[in-house]
T-cell receptor, first 115, second 114 residues
Framework: NAGVMQNPRHLVRRRGQEARLRCSPM?????VYWYRQLPEEGLKFMVY????????ESGMPKERFSAEFPKEGPSILRIQQVVRGDSAAYFC?????????????FGQGTRLTVV | GDSVTQMEGPVTLSEEAFLTINCTYT??????LFWYVQYPGEGLQLLLK?????DKGSNKGFEATYRKETTSFHLEKGSVQVSDSAVYFC?????????????FGRGTSLIVHP
Protein backbone atom coordinates (compact mmCIF):
# COMPACT_ATOMS: atom_id res chain seq x y z
CA ASN A 1 0.00 0.00 0.00
CA ALA A 2 1.80 3.08 -1.25
CA GLY A 3 1.89 6.11 0.98
CA VAL A 4 0.72 9.60 0.13
CA MET A 5 2.38 10.56 -3.14
CA GLN A 6 3.16 14.15 -4.01
CA ASN A 7 4.70 15.42 -7.20
CA PRO A 8 6.77 17.06 -8.21
CA ARG A 9 9.16 16.98 -5.24
CA HIS A 10 10.77 20.21 -6.40
CA LEU A 11 9.23 22.88 -8.60
CA VAL A 12 10.82 26.09 -9.86
CA ARG A 13 8.62 28.79 -11.35
CA ARG A 14 9.27 32.32 -12.52
CA ARG A 15 7.17 35.12 -11.09
CA GLY A 16 3.81 35.27 -12.84
CA GLN A 17 3.73 31.61 -13.88
CA GLU A 18 1.32 29.00 -12.59
CA ALA A 19 2.27 26.21 -10.18
CA ARG A 20 0.36 22.93 -10.03
CA LEU A 21 1.00 20.60 -7.12
CA ARG A 22 -0.41 17.08 -7.11
CA CYS A 23 -1.31 14.78 -4.28
CA SER A 24 -2.49 11.18 -4.49
CA PRO A 25 -3.81 10.07 -1.09
CA MET A 26 -3.27 6.63 0.32
CA UNK A 27 -5.56 3.97 -1.09
CA UNK A 28 -8.93 4.09 0.62
CA UNK A 29 -8.43 7.62 1.96
CA UNK A 30 -11.04 10.14 0.89
CA UNK A 31 -10.03 13.09 3.09
CA VAL A 32 -7.18 15.35 1.96
CA TYR A 33 -5.55 18.28 3.75
CA TRP A 34 -3.05 20.75 2.30
CA TYR A 35 -0.52 22.58 4.48
CA ARG A 36 2.16 25.17 3.76
CA GLN A 37 5.44 25.16 5.64
CA LEU A 38 7.56 28.28 5.80
CA PRO A 39 10.89 28.46 7.64
CA GLU A 40 10.39 29.28 11.32
CA GLU A 41 6.60 29.23 10.93
CA GLY A 42 5.66 25.60 11.17
CA LEU A 43 2.75 24.05 9.33
CA LYS A 44 -0.16 26.26 8.32
CA PHE A 45 -3.46 24.67 7.32
CA MET A 46 -4.71 25.72 3.91
CA VAL A 47 -7.63 23.58 2.75
CA TYR A 48 -9.53 20.40 3.53
CA UNK A 49 -11.20 18.43 0.73
CA UNK A 50 -13.20 15.31 0.24
CA UNK A 51 -13.93 13.79 -3.13
CA UNK A 52 -15.45 16.52 -5.34
CA UNK A 53 -16.01 18.82 -2.35
CA UNK A 54 -14.13 21.59 -0.59
CA UNK A 55 -15.01 21.24 3.08
CA UNK A 56 -12.90 24.00 4.62
CA GLU A 57 -10.72 26.52 2.81
CA SER A 58 -10.35 28.96 5.65
CA GLY A 59 -6.55 28.86 5.52
CA MET A 60 -6.18 29.47 1.82
CA PRO A 61 -5.55 32.95 0.40
CA LYS A 62 -8.63 34.23 -1.40
CA GLU A 63 -6.78 35.17 -4.56
CA ARG A 64 -4.54 33.12 -6.85
CA PHE A 65 -4.92 29.88 -4.86
CA SER A 66 -7.38 27.10 -5.62
CA ALA A 67 -7.72 23.42 -4.83
CA GLU A 68 -9.70 20.49 -6.13
CA PHE A 69 -10.10 16.80 -5.47
CA PRO A 70 -11.94 15.27 -8.43
CA LYS A 71 -13.81 12.00 -8.44
CA GLU A 72 -10.95 10.46 -10.38
CA GLY A 73 -7.33 11.42 -10.06
CA PRO A 74 -5.19 13.30 -7.58
CA SER A 75 -5.93 16.38 -5.57
CA ILE A 76 -4.49 19.52 -7.16
CA LEU A 77 -3.34 22.70 -5.46
CA ARG A 78 -3.03 25.45 -8.04
CA ILE A 79 -1.25 28.75 -7.52
CA GLN A 80 -1.71 31.29 -10.29
CA GLN A 81 0.65 34.19 -11.00
CA VAL A 82 3.16 33.06 -8.40
CA VAL A 83 5.14 35.58 -6.39
CA ARG A 84 8.37 35.17 -4.40
CA GLY A 85 6.38 34.93 -1.17
CA ASP A 86 4.78 31.70 -2.40
CA SER A 87 8.13 29.93 -2.10
CA ALA A 88 7.61 27.27 0.55
CA ALA A 89 7.16 23.55 1.10
CA TYR A 90 3.61 22.37 0.48
CA PHE A 91 2.48 19.18 2.18
CA CYS A 92 -0.53 17.03 1.57
CA UNK A 93 -1.98 14.70 4.19
CA UNK A 94 -4.77 12.14 3.97
CA UNK A 95 -7.04 10.29 6.38
CA UNK A 96 -9.27 7.27 5.89
CA UNK A 97 -12.10 8.53 8.06
CA UNK A 98 -13.24 11.65 9.79
CA UNK A 99 -12.27 10.94 13.39
CA UNK A 100 -10.21 12.77 15.95
CA UNK A 101 -8.25 9.76 17.13
CA UNK A 102 -6.86 8.82 13.73
CA UNK A 103 -3.59 10.13 12.41
CA UNK A 104 -3.11 12.03 9.19
CA UNK A 105 -0.60 10.50 6.79
CA PHE A 106 1.76 12.93 5.07
CA GLY A 107 3.43 13.01 1.71
CA GLN A 108 7.03 14.08 1.24
CA GLY A 109 6.02 17.53 0.09
CA THR A 110 6.59 19.76 -2.91
CA ARG A 111 9.20 22.43 -2.49
CA LEU A 112 8.23 25.42 -4.59
CA THR A 113 10.83 28.01 -5.45
CA VAL A 114 9.75 31.19 -7.23
CA VAL A 115 12.57 33.00 -9.01
CA GLY B 1 -9.71 28.77 17.91
CA ASP B 2 -7.55 25.76 18.57
CA SER B 3 -3.83 26.28 18.97
CA VAL B 4 -0.67 24.39 19.90
CA THR B 5 2.37 26.02 21.48
CA GLN B 6 5.79 24.39 21.48
CA MET B 7 9.05 25.46 23.01
CA GLU B 8 11.31 27.28 20.61
CA GLY B 9 14.33 25.58 19.23
CA PRO B 10 16.80 24.60 18.34
CA VAL B 11 17.34 22.21 21.20
CA THR B 12 20.96 21.10 21.16
CA LEU B 13 22.01 18.04 23.17
CA SER B 14 24.87 15.61 23.45
CA GLU B 15 24.27 11.96 22.69
CA GLU B 16 22.68 10.04 25.60
CA ALA B 17 21.29 13.22 27.18
CA PHE B 18 17.71 13.47 28.43
CA LEU B 19 15.24 15.21 26.14
CA THR B 20 12.14 17.22 26.95
CA ILE B 21 10.20 19.22 24.38
CA ASN B 22 7.30 21.13 25.89
CA CYS B 23 3.91 21.31 24.24
CA THR B 24 0.73 22.96 25.49
CA TYR B 25 -2.58 23.30 23.71
CA THR B 26 -5.76 25.35 23.69
CA UNK B 27 -8.94 23.65 22.56
CA UNK B 28 -12.46 23.08 23.74
CA UNK B 29 -13.64 19.58 24.41
CA UNK B 30 -11.36 16.58 24.37
CA UNK B 31 -8.91 16.57 21.47
CA UNK B 32 -6.58 13.77 20.55
CA LEU B 33 -2.90 14.71 20.75
CA PHE B 34 -0.02 13.70 18.49
CA TRP B 35 3.71 14.06 18.06
CA TYR B 36 5.10 13.95 14.53
CA VAL B 37 8.75 13.91 13.45
CA GLN B 38 10.16 15.40 10.26
CA TYR B 39 13.61 14.40 9.04
CA PRO B 40 15.44 16.73 6.63
CA GLY B 41 13.83 16.87 3.21
CA GLU B 42 11.00 14.55 4.22
CA GLY B 43 7.35 14.73 5.19
CA LEU B 44 5.95 14.27 8.67
CA GLN B 45 5.71 10.86 10.27
CA LEU B 46 3.59 10.00 13.27
CA LEU B 47 5.78 9.35 16.32
CA LEU B 48 3.12 8.73 18.97
CA LYS B 49 -0.36 9.73 20.02
CA UNK B 50 -2.76 9.82 22.98
CA UNK B 51 -6.52 10.03 22.65
CA UNK B 52 -7.72 10.72 26.18
CA UNK B 53 -6.62 12.25 29.46
CA UNK B 54 -3.82 10.43 31.31
CA ASP B 55 -3.03 8.26 28.28
CA LYS B 56 0.66 7.79 27.59
CA GLY B 57 1.84 7.45 24.02
CA SER B 58 5.20 5.82 23.40
CA ASN B 59 7.36 4.77 20.47
CA LYS B 60 11.09 4.30 19.79
CA GLY B 61 11.97 5.34 23.35
CA PHE B 62 9.92 8.55 23.16
CA GLU B 63 7.01 9.12 25.55
CA ALA B 64 4.34 11.76 26.11
CA THR B 65 1.47 11.85 28.61
CA TYR B 66 -1.85 13.61 27.96
CA ARG B 67 -2.30 15.99 30.93
CA LYS B 68 -5.69 17.61 30.73
CA GLU B 69 -5.27 19.57 33.96
CA THR B 70 -2.26 21.41 32.52
CA THR B 71 -3.33 21.07 28.85
CA SER B 72 0.09 19.67 28.05
CA PHE B 73 1.66 16.84 26.07
CA HIS B 74 5.40 17.11 26.65
CA LEU B 75 7.69 14.83 24.66
CA GLU B 76 10.48 13.01 26.54
CA LYS B 77 13.26 10.56 25.80
CA GLY B 78 15.71 9.24 28.31
CA SER B 79 18.76 8.96 26.05
CA VAL B 80 18.87 10.66 22.67
CA GLN B 81 20.90 9.49 19.69
CA VAL B 82 22.40 11.41 16.78
CA SER B 83 19.78 9.79 14.56
CA ASP B 84 17.04 11.56 16.57
CA SER B 85 18.10 14.90 15.07
CA ALA B 86 14.97 16.18 13.34
CA VAL B 87 12.09 18.64 13.74
CA TYR B 88 9.33 17.57 16.13
CA PHE B 89 5.74 18.79 15.79
CA CYS B 90 3.04 18.62 18.41
CA UNK B 91 -0.52 18.48 17.04
CA UNK B 92 -4.12 18.12 18.10
CA UNK B 93 -7.22 16.93 16.36
CA UNK B 94 -10.82 17.34 17.44
CA UNK B 95 -14.29 17.60 16.01
CA UNK B 96 -15.16 21.11 14.89
CA UNK B 97 -18.24 21.67 12.80
CA UNK B 98 -18.00 18.19 11.39
CA UNK B 99 -14.38 18.45 10.32
CA UNK B 100 -11.31 17.17 12.11
CA UNK B 101 -8.58 19.38 10.79
CA UNK B 102 -5.26 18.63 12.49
CA UNK B 103 -3.70 21.71 14.11
CA PHE B 104 0.08 21.85 14.45
CA GLY B 105 2.58 23.72 16.55
CA ARG B 106 5.49 25.54 14.95
CA GLY B 107 7.90 22.64 15.37
CA THR B 108 11.00 22.27 17.52
CA SER B 109 14.32 21.45 15.94
CA LEU B 110 16.46 18.93 17.82
CA ILE B 111 20.19 18.67 17.14
CA VAL B 112 22.09 15.84 18.80
CA HIS B 113 25.90 15.92 18.79
CA PRO B 114 28.07 12.80 19.10
Amino acid sequence: NAGVMQNPRHLVRRRGQEARLRCSPMKGHSHVYWYRQLPEEGLKFMVYLQKENIIDESGMPKERFSAEFPKEGPSILRIQQVVRGDSAAYFCASSPVVAENTEAFFGQGTRLTVV
Amino acid sequence: GDSVTQMEGPVTLSEEAFLTINCTYTATGYPSLFWYVQYPGEGLQLLLKATKADDKGSNKGFEATYRKETTSFHLEKGSVQVSDSAVYFCALRRASGGSYIPTFGRGTSLIVHP
